[in-house]
Nanobody
Framework: QVQLVESGGGLVQPGGSLRLSCAAS????????MGWYRQAPGKQRELVAA???????NYADSVKGRFTISRDNAKNTVYLQMNSLKPEYTAVYYC????????????????WGQGTQVTVSS
């Protein structure tokens, strides 16, 4: 019923930039927080950045000042602008959304995208 589709990953050199997008579609009544997580090989999935429906943001310490999260509520889309990329940022990046499907009285649930690979290498 609900899909989160990510785009924008790829291979980039150290110091370069990428912009990730994630569009939510389906029978969505409302979206609360949206966020980006990443998982590197052999490591646990970790929060990168999150944004509320009102625009409040939170970032992992490792990306503060380099990444910017934003969203377009009219398009149910969240973005992650990544600048000054480092090799240690190489990971699969996942979009996450806490949203309500159907009607206002339905409980919110967590949804995940399929992930997009970001590789930072020279």
């Amino acid at each position: 019923q609900v899909q989160l589709v990510e785009s924008g990953g790829g291979l980039v050199q150290p110091g370069g930039s990428l912009r990730l997008s994630c569009a939510a579609s389906g029978s969505i009544f409302s979206i609360n927080a949206m966020g980006w997580y990443r998982q590197a090989p052999g490591k646990q999935r970790e929060l990168v950045a999150a944004i509320t429906s009102g625009g409040s943001t939170n970032y992992a310490d490792s990306v503060k000042g380099r990444f910017t999260i934003s969203r377009d509520n009219a398009k149910n889309t969240v973005y992650l602008q990544m600048n000054s990329l480092k090799p240690e940022y190489t990971a699969v990046y996942y979009c996450n959304a806490d949203l309500v499907v159907g009607a206002w009285y339905d409980p919110p649930h967590d949804y995940w995208g399929q992930g997009t690979q970001v590789t930072v290498s020279s």
